[in-house]
């Protein structure tokens, strides 16, 4: 297939489920739907049951092609992220949750002290 062919068939797809979604808000029924806009009611309907096996794909249901995404879960840490090693030789462990200010009155803190 071409991808002239392979794009046009994308295009009537996204055509396809936009109709399908403007009827779904216009509280209309199908035929008088399709005859207001000029559509035939046996392509509507076709394209209705490919879209809702396309829905149904997507939402893991017949889906049996494997997907191009996992999962990964990133490992929790309360570990320090920021440490300094004082001229003491100490070190000072601070963690992720402190704000600017409670780190700028640290190192005022430590520069008071002459420990940095």
């Keep these: 297939m071409s991808s002239k062919q392979t794009k046009s068939n994308e ?3 996204q055509f396809w489920q936009m109709v399908i979604e403007t009827w779904q808000d216009s509280g209309m029924s199908i ?3 399709c005859k207001a806009e000029g559509l035939s009611e ?3 309907y076709n ?3 490919r879209l809702s096996g396309r829905h149904a794909q997507r939402n893991g249901q017949a889906d049996s092609s ?4 996992i999962e990964v879960a990133m490992p ?3 570990h320090a992220v920021l440490e300094l090693v004082l001229c003491s030789g100490n070190t000072l462990r601070i963690s992720s949750g402190a704000d600017n200010k409670t780190l700028s009155d640290v190192i005022s803190v430590l520069r008071q002290e ?3």
């Excluded at 494997?66 to 995404?69: E, I, L, T, Y």
């Design 11 to 13: 295009e009537r797809r």
């Design 31 to 33: 035929s008088k739907f």
């Design 42 to 44: 046996g392509t509507f």
């Design 47 to 49: 394209w209705r049951k």
């Design 66 to 69: 494997p997907s191009a995404f």
């Design 76 to 78: 929790r840490s309360d």
């Design 114 to 116: 002459g420990l940095c």
